[in-house]
């Protein structure tokens, strides 16, 4: 299993490599760069002071290109070329792109994120302010998908192709087909005061005044606040992990050790949950990890947007709309190197709930 763990390591070098690799080729391409943006709202004499507040960071995060090659800028003409230079230094622009890949990727082997394009603080702060919304969004939703959809896989299974098998699976697949940004919209018409009922705030974690309530008014404040969006996420849940459920178990029931328990003598509850259970429970529980990260990335980002959660698919959005490069690579390094961490825990957990299963000896 050393081995086995090792070489996973080893491969996450070269596929986190490639992953920067990959996005920072593509932001040479997109236009609308940070120097372009200011260069732009200099035009604009209102909004470039509240905007322009200097280019921190940008030797630890100048992944993105910023213009045309040259520094011929759209909308530069009339300006002081040496202050379009001194705008690319400060954003790290004025390497070719190769150093600047290279020096990213220097820094970020030693988690040196460099500070944000638009906001006085650095990219691990800024992810560490954010990250307990999209903790918060990602373990509810998770809990409840698994609290939901284990009990029905396991009924499904065992009532399998009776009428509340189907009936169930109908809802299921309705639920599936419809995109978690939508479910979120209707809740929000019809609970959050859209267009009938004012049952739940329409925006984010907690009230104005919660440092101001009891800790028990805290709780119900904190989960009022929260149904609505870890709702909206844990729809699409449902399915996947119920039909995965119910699968597990109509496998293990059918399986010669099952019949031989009965045929012992014992109970049909026995034979579910004393035998069939833990088997068939493995690839669900074992999957708890990866569920969670999956939540946790894709699920949280257009559910912040809609619901107004200042958390990381939030903070996400907004970075690549304004090109805030550092943050979006920053954000991009850990995320990937998160999620393989992450995988390899699930498989380990595979082996720490079946000894049976051997990485090792199937690798080689």
Same mark, same amino acid.
């Given at each position: 299993?050393?081995?086995?763990?090792?070489?996973?390591?080893?491969?996450?070098?070269?596929?986190?490599?490639?992953?920067?690799?990959?996005?920072?080729?593509?932001?040479?391409?997109?236009?609308?760069?940070?120097?372009?943006?200011?260069?732009?709202?200099?035009?604009?004499?209102?909004?470039?002071?509240?905007?322009?507040?200097?280019?921190?960071?940008?030797?630890?995060?100048?992944?993105?290109?910023?213009?045309?090659?040259?520094?011929?800028?759209?909308?530069?003409?009339?300006?002081?070329?040496?202050?379009?230079?001194?705008?690319?230094?400060?954003?790290?622009?004025?390497?070719?792109?190769?150093?600047?890949?290279?020096?990213?990727?220097?820094?970020?082997?030693?988690?040196?994120?460099?500070?944000?394009?638009?906001?006085?603080?650095?990219?691990?702060?800024?992810?560490?302010?954010?990250?307990?919304?999209?903790?918060?969004? @990602?373990?509810? %939703?998770?809990? +409840?998908?698994?609290?939901? /959809?284990?009990?029905?896989? $396991? *009924? =499904?299974?065992?009532?399998?192709?009776?009428?509340?098998?189907?009936?169930?699976?109908?809802?299921?697949?309705?639920?599936?087909?419809?995109?978690?940004?939508?479910?979120?919209?209707?809740?929000?018409?019809?609970?959050?005061?859209?267009?009938?009922?004012?049952?739940?705030?329409?925006?984010?974690?907690?009230?104005?005044?919660?440092?101001?309530?009891?800790?028990?008014?805290?709780?119900?404040?904190?989960?009022?606040?929260?149904?609505?969006?870890?709702?909206?996420?844990?729809?699409? @849940?449902?399915? %996947?992990?119920? +039909?995965?459920?119910?699968? /597990?178990?109509?496998?293990? $029931? *059918? =399986?010669?050790?099952?019949?031989?328990?009965?045929?012992?003598?014992?109970?049909?509850?026995?034979?579910?949950?004393?035998?069939?259970?833990?088997?068939?429970?493995?690839?669900?529980?074992?999957?708890?990890?990866?569920?969670?990260?999956?939540?946790?990335?894709?699920?949280?980002?257009?559910?912040?947007?809609?619901?107004?959660?200042?958390?990381?698919?939030?903070?996400?959005?907004?970075?690549?709309?304004?090109?805030?490069?550092?943050?979006?690579?920053?954000?991009?390094?850990?995320?990937?190197?998160?999620?393989?961490?992450?995988?390899?825990?699930?498989?380990?957990?595979?082996?720490?709930?079946?000894?049976?299963?051997?990485?090792?000896?199937?690798?080689?």
């Amino acid at each position: 299993m050393g081995a086995y763990i090792l070489r996973r390591i080893l491969l996450m070098i070269p596929t986190l490599l490639g992953i920067m690799a990959i996005n920072f080729a593509v932001i040479q391409f997109a236009p609308g760069g940070p120097v372009q943006q200011i260069i732009s709202q200099l035009n604009d004499p209102a909004s470039a002071t509240d905007r322009f507040t200097g280019g921190g960071g940008g030797e630890a995060g100048g992944g993105g290109g910023g213009g045309a090659p040259g520094g011929d800028y759209r909308g530069a003409q009339g300006l002081d070329p040496d202050f379009i230079a001194d705008l690319e230094r400060q954003f790290g622009f004025d390497k070719p792109p190769l150093e600047r890949f290279g020096l990213m990727i220097w820094n970020y082997l030693r988690f040196d994120f460099g500070e944000s394009y638009y906001r006085s603080i650095s990219v691990i702060d800024l992810i560490v302010e954010k990250m307990p919304v999209s903790i918060s969004l @990602g373990l509810w %939703t998770t809990l +409840l998908a698994y609290l939901v /959809s284990i009990p029905l896989g $396991i *009924r =499904k299974a065992v009532r399998d192709g009776s009428v509340f098998d189907a009936w169930t699976s109908g809802l299921v697949i309705v639920g599936y087909a419809i995109p978690g940004f939508l479910f979120a919209v209707m809740l929000l018409i019809f609970f959050a005061g859209g267009s009938y009922f004012q049952w739940f705030p329409l925006r984010g974690l907690v009230s104005d005044d919660f440092h101001r309530l009891s800790t028990g008014m805290q709780i119900v404040d904190y989960f009022h606040h929260i149904a609505l969006p870890v709702l909206a996420m844990a729809i699409s @849940g449902f399915a %996947t992990l119920t +039909l995965l459920t119910k699968n /597990s178990f109509l496998d293990e $029931i *059918r =399986k010669q050790y099952v019949m031989t328990a009965r045929a012992k003598g014992l109970t049909e509850r026995r034979v579910l949950y004393g035998h069939v259970f833990r088997n068939a429970m493995l690839i669900v529980i074992a999957g708890f990890p990866g569920a969670f990260i999956s939540i946790f990335f894709t699920g949280a980002f257009i559910i912040e947007i809609v619901f107004s959660l200042d958390g990381l698919g939030l903070l996400g959005y907004e970075s690549v709309v304004n090109r805030d490069y550092p943050v979006v690579f920053g954000t991009l390094y850990l995320f990937s190197l998160l999620g393989m961490v992450v995988k390899l825990i699930s498989d380990l957990t595979y082996v720490w709930i079946d000894p049976r299963i051997d990485f090792e000896s199937r690798a080689t």
